[in-house]
Antibody, heavy 120, light 108 residues
């Protein structure tokens, strides 16, 4: 049974950094691409970033202006999203998703999300 | 970047057919996916690769596309179909994933 689990969310002050993490089980972690998608309160889904199975390819939303960095550690079955220079507009539920071996394949396995709140 | 547009809301009575559109320039050349999201839950894939249904998704859900519009059709709508629906696609021009703004389906 496939499971995806996010962690690391919390309350952070504007301008600070936060790293959220994702792990998964039920499939061969190192063979699959992973994505981060976020959803601000009461808003729609916003794609954040994707990373290839081996970490050699990463893409992120232009709107983030390079502030967010996706990475992975296949030895420990972890994917990370490093978020820098946070603003209140980054307040959202951050979902981790996977299910395709390619960065351009749709992710059909999602976690329940980790909540990030940016507030002073 | 590539932009897709969905209607904010669609309302249908039970048993009717709901049509949710996703408009984009030459979207017919893209591969489209559709997610369903109910309140307080993570999104669930209901259509992938424009027309295919994951296991467990009822045959009442169908996907199609034309030159500039992708469509999710839900036949014989039920109360349990009430949710937000999002179209989703990979833009090879920019190497970015794109979500539509979402459509709230209300079952009257």
């Amino acid at each position: 049974q496939v499971q995806v689990l996010e962690s690391g969310g919390g309350v952070v002050q504007p301008g600070k950094s936060l790293r959220v993490a994702c792990t998964a089980s039920g499939f061969t972690f190192s063979r699959y691409a992973f994505q981060w998608v976020r959803q601000a309160p009461g808003k729609g889904l916003e794609w954040v970033a994707v990373i290839s199975h081996d970490g050699s390819e990463t893409y992120s939303a232009d709107s983030l202006k390079g502030r967010f960095i996706i990475s992975r550690d296949n030895a420990n079955n972890m994917v990370y999203l490093q978020m820098n220079s946070l603003t209140p507009e980054d307040t959202a539920l951050y979902y981790c998703a996977s299910g395709s071996k390619m960065v351009r394949g749709v992710a059909n396995f999602w976690g329940q999300g980790t909540l990030v709140s940016v507030s002073s | 970047s590539y932009v897709v547009t969905q209607p904010p809301s669609v309302s249908m009575a039970p048993g009717q057919t709901a049509t949710i559109t996703c408009d984009g320039s030459k979207i017919g050349n893209r591969v489209i996916h559709w997610f369903q999201q109910k309140p307080g839950q993570a999104p669930v894939l209901v259509i992938y690769d424009t027309r295919d249904r994951p296991s467990g998704i009822p045959g009442r859900f169908a996907g199609s596309k034309s030159e500039n519009t992708a469509t999710l059709t839900i036949s014989a709508v039920e109360a349990g179909d009430e949710a937000d629906y999002y179209c989703h696609l990979w833009d090879p021009t920019s190497d970015r994933w794109v979500f539509g703004g979402g459509t709230k389906l209300t079952v009257l």
